[in-house]
C-alpha cells in the first residue's frame, strides 16, 4: 500500500536586504515621529490656516484635549507634563533618518528597476476590475492567491506607490515648511502651502493618511498570514508551497 505524502513547503526569495533594511529602519523612524508627533500636537492642540496663528487666534480646528501649556485655551482646567522640548528634538533627527533612508531606497529602487518590476501594476491591472476582486477577497475573508507569496497584488502595488511618491514627499515637504530656517532660505515653497500654519495643518492631515495606511498594511498582512509575512520580511525568504505539474 502506498502513502502519499503531502507537498513539502518550499522558501522562496521575496524581499532584497535592502528593501528588509530599509522598510526597518523606515518603521522605527515612523513610530518615532508618530510619538513624538502626537506630544508635539499635544503642546498645542490647536490647528490654524495661514501663516500666523496662536492661541489668541480662532483656530480652523481643534483636538479636544488638555494640552502641556497653561497659555493654550483648551477648555480643561489642567495641563498634561510638558514633554516639547525632547519630542522636537527627537522628532527632527527621526525625519532626517526617514529622509535619509528614503532616498537610499528610492535611488536603489531606480537604478534596480525595483518599482517597475515590483510596485508598478501591470496594464491590464490599470482598471477597476482587478481592484475590486481584491477588496472582494478581502470582505470575504478568502486567503491570498498562491501567486502573492511572490508578489504583490495591484492594491498593494498601487497603495505603497502613493506612499512613496506622493504621501512621504509631501510630508516632508510640509515638515520642512515648519522650520524657520527653511522659510527664510525658501520662502516660495511654503508660500505654496498656503504658510506655515497651513502647512502644519497639511502636515497633520497626511499624517492621518499614513496612519490609516498602516493600520490597512498590518490588517492585510494578518490576513495573509502575519507571521509568514513577518519571517519573509525579517529573513527574506518566504514559505510557499511547490508549484504542482
Known amino acids: 500500500m502506498s502513502v502519499t505524502s503531502s507537498p513539502q513547503m518550499q522558501a522562496s526569495q521575496r524581499h532584497t536586504a535592502l528593501v528588509r533594511i530599509t522598510h526597518w529602519i ?6 518615532t515621529l508618530l510619538v513624538t508627533g502626537v506630544e508635539i500636537i499635544i503642546s498645542h492642540p490647536r490647528f490654524y490656516w495661514g501663516e500666523t496663528g496662536n492661541s489668541g487666534t480662532t483656530p480652523l480646528f481643534k483636538i479636544p484635549v488638555p494640552a502641556s501649556r497653561d497659555t493654550v485655551p483648551t477648555g480643561y ?18 525625519a532626517w533618518v526617514l529622509v535619509i533612508t528614503g532616498l537610499i531606497y528610492v535611488t536603489a529602487g531606480l537604478l ?20 475590486r476582486e481584491v477588496f472582494a477577497k478581502s470582505l470575504r475573508r478568502a486567503p491570498p492567491d498562491p501567486a502573492e507569496s511572490h508578489a504583490y497584488n495591484v492594491v498593494q502595488r498601487t497603495a505603497y506607490l502613493v506612499v512613496i511618491f506622493v504621501l512621504f514627499p509631501l510630508i516632508i515637504w510640509t515638515g520642512l515648511a515648519l522650520s524657520p530656517s527653511f522659510d527664510s ?25 499614513l496612519v490609516l495606511f498602516l493600520i490597512v498594511h498590518v490588517a492585510m498582512i494578518s490576513l495573509a498570514g502575519f507571521w509568514s509575512r513577518m519571517r519573509g520580511m525579517i529573513t527574506g525568504r518566504i514559505a510557499a508551497p511547490p508549484e504542482r505539474i
Open 112 to 131: 534596480t528597476r525595483h518599482f517597475r518590476k515590483n510596485l508598478l501594476p501591470a496594464p491590464a491591472d490599470r482598471k477597476w476590475h482587478p481592484f
Open 77 to 94: 482646567n489642567y495641563t498634561w507634563p510638558d514633554q516639547n522640548g525632547w519630542s522636537r528634538y527627537l522628532h527632527f533627527e527621526a
Open 185 to 209: 532660505a525658501l520662502p516660495a515653497t511654503v508660500n505654496l502651502l498656503g504658510g506655515r500654519q497651513s502647512a502644519r495643518t497639511l502636515h497633520f492631515f497626511l499624517t492621518d493618511l
Open 26 to 31: 523606515t518603521v522605527i523612524s515612523f513610530l
